[in-house]
């Protein structure tokens, strides 16, 4: 109630039982979510759209519908980011909410210190009926008009998907699926790599971590690793002795002699090939225990395309 007494109704916007028109097909990068009913699949309302209670706002990106503006009745509200923490990316920052393209074929979104990126129309490279040219005009001169060569330019995109399609496998009635794992995210000591799965107990899509070892911090390396004779590259290589690993101040209860990749002379990097998973458990000085998966090395290859720890566009 105001100062005067009097009582503002809301507008009602749902309705019971519920009637649903067609499931939408939703453009790249906004989600598909239930409305604010609990009745219909829709399209998140995004950044800036209005929104109510039924209308909702895009979950997945941190909106949230502001009413603040629409006071004392906080009816109709508008689209907003929750203040939260940006991203890095390549020694770029980008605060959270803001959408960037840090590469030509995907569009990003900053969320809460997470990167999110949904691939961008990208034109085939097909002969357009448009560039069949007859008669006196130049090669390659389109003879389509406007309207022509809008609906062809429509219908010769397609998506590029942001992972590859890996072997699908059925678990306990599950579909396994998996992304592949981000490079480590060091190129010399203890790093982490990531992936999405739902290799899990609920089959959900879940991100899992591991620790990563390509390479221990050596200054001057390729005195330290022996280059057989007629060779540029030495793929894989091992400390003398085993040695525990030590990560965020704690060391692992075991000494472990590892496969690292090694180095060549050329301007060639050698990267990880084949590895398995293990545990591993650390000691952390009075305060217990705790454990990690780590990839454990068993060969390494030598190649040419080399790129920075993190760029997750570097297989472009």
């Given amino acids: ?37 609990g009745c219909c699949k829709v399209c998140a309302k995004q950044s800036g759209e209005p929104c109510n209670e039924a209308d909702v706002c895009d979950p997945h990106k941190g909106l949230y519908c502001d009413y603040s503006e629409d006071e004392p009745r906080y009816e109709k509200g508008v689209c907003a980011y929750l203040v939260a923490v940006g991203c890095e990316l390549n020694g770029v920052y980008y605060p959270n909410g803001q959408t960037f393209q840090p590469n030509p074929l995907y569009k990003c979104l900053c969320v809460s210190g997470a990167i999110g990126c949904t691939p961008v129309f990208t034109p085939k490279l097909a002969v357009s ?16 008009g406007l309207g022509q060569q809008k609906q062809l330019q429509s219908t010769n995109y397609r998506l590029m998907s942001a992972y590859r399609s890996l072997p699908l496998v059925l678990k306990k009635k599950c579909l396994v699926q998996a992304t592949p794992w981000t490079p480590c995210s060091r190129t010399c000591g203890i790093g982490i790599s990531s992936r999405v799965t739902n290799d899990n107990r609920r089959c959900e899509m879940k991100k899992e971590k591991r620790l990563c070892f390509i390479q221990p911090c050596l200054t001057n390396m390729l005195k330290k690793i022996k280059i057989s004779k007629g060779k540029t590259c030495q793929p894989t290589f091992q400390l003398p002795r085993a040695e525990k690993l030590v990560f ?69």
Wanted: proline content about 9%; aromatic content about 8%.
């Fill in 248 to 316: 965020s101040g704690c060391s692992t209860t075991q000494s472990y002699r590892l496969t690292f990749c090694g180095v060549c002379l050329d301007k060639r990097c050698c990267i990880p090939n084949k590895s398995k998973m293990i545990t591993v458990q650390f000691e952390c000085p009075n305060e217990g225990f705790f454990k990690w998966k780590m990839m454990w090395i068993t060969s390494c290859v030598c190649q040419r395309i080399c790129s920075a720890p993190g760029d997750m566009f570097s297989e472009l």
């Fill in 129 to 144: 009926p448009c560039t069949r040219v007859t008669g006196r005009k130049k090669p390659g001169q389109s003879i389509c």
């Fill in 1 to 37: 109630p105001s100062e005067t007494g009097e009582v503002h109704q809301r507008k009602e916007v749902c309705h019971w039982p519920c009637r649903c028109p067609p499931v939408p097909a939703c453009t790249p990068g906004v989600s598909l979510v239930k409305d604010g009913c």
